[in-house]
């Protein structure tokens, strides 16, 4: 190796490249090795979604002082990232013609000041070996918690209320109060559906509904129907070795997800906070 650096007209004596066999790992190479280490068990046990912005803030929560510019070094060394999203299918089907809708409350604003202030819904899908299965969700603005939800292989009414009647059962046990909530939804059928609009009253909750055929109007439970996908969905870490074979299937990973969502994992949109009660002090 030496002569051929040689002939190439560099000079490099023999006992340079011995010592630099012997020599002793530096500071560095060996704080990365740690690093690593740091970064592989906070990758893998929040399903291996994070990119480098929330390693770097899960790494700092847990006092492992770090700069964002070496974990996105050392994740691309090791090949480590986020799961990517996708688009995603369109699930809820429109009233067809223009009919008596409520008012738009939103206006593609999701912002709450506290709790049961505002919730979003809507529906997503998941195939499997046995065909469609759906999914319906329910989140809470103010702190990102999905407050309800249920999984089925149809799309009826009954998929969209059982994430309602969650939510609420969820709220009232806690002895939280839902009078006044603004509900918001697209112009899904099972969103406009009499018994929908019926439990809604009952909780003295307000229906909003945004316009139709524009997903920005629900922008925000479209996103997390996107999150869902890659995060659980997609996710290898998740997914079953084979694929995702039938209904029962979907509703382990749904729940699994959920909690996971619920508790533990970091949202950039309320100050990489990661639950319900970090959230309600922050306020």
């Not at 009919?99 to 738009?104: A, F, L, S």
């Not at 149809?154 to 969209?160: G, H, I, M, Y």
Request: glycine share 8%.
């Amino acid at each position: 190796m030496c002569a051929v650096l040689k002939n190439a007209g560099v000079q490099i004596a023999p006992s340079s490249y011995y010592a630099a066999r012997t020599r002793p790992p530096s500071a560095r190479a060996i704080r990365d090795a740690e690093l690593v280490e740091d970064i592989k068990v906070a990758h893998k046990a929040n399903l291996g979604v994070y990119g480098a912005r929330k390693i770097h803030a899960e790494l700092n929560r847990e006092g492992v002082r770090v700069a964002r510019c070496t974990v996105e070094r050392l994740m691309k060394q090791e090949g480590l990232r986020g799961i990517p999203r996708e688009k995603t299918r369109k699930t809820t089907i429109g009233d067809g013609a223009e009919t008596e809708r409520p008012e738009d409350l939103v206006r593609r604003k999701f912002v709450a000041t506290g709790p049961n202030q505002l919730w979003v819904a809507d529906l997503t899908y998941v195939r499997t070996h046995a065909g469609w299965t759906y999914v319906a969700f329910v989140l809470d603005v103010f702190s990102r918690m999905v407050v309800g939800w249920q999984v089925s292989t149809s799309l009826r009414t009954d998929l969209a209320l059982d994430a309602l009647d969650m939510g609420l059962w969820n709220r009232r046990r806690a002895g939280q109060d839902v009078t006044g909530l603004v509900h918001h939804s697209d112009r899904g059928v099972q969103y406009r559906a009499i018994r929908y609009t019926e439990r809604l009253a009952e909780a003295e909750a307000v229906a909003s509904v945004g316009s139709r055929g524009d997903s920005y109007d629900n922008a925000m439970a479209e996103a997390l129907n996107s999150l869902f996908k890659a995060e659980c969905i997609r996710n290898p870490v998740m997914r079953p070795r084979g694929g995702w074979k039938n209904v029962s299937d979907v509703e382990i990973a749904v729940a699994e997800y959920v909690d996971w969502f619920n508790h533990r994992r970091l949202h950039g949109e309320i100050g990489l906070l990661q639950d319900f009660v970090t959230v309600g002090h922050a306020a």
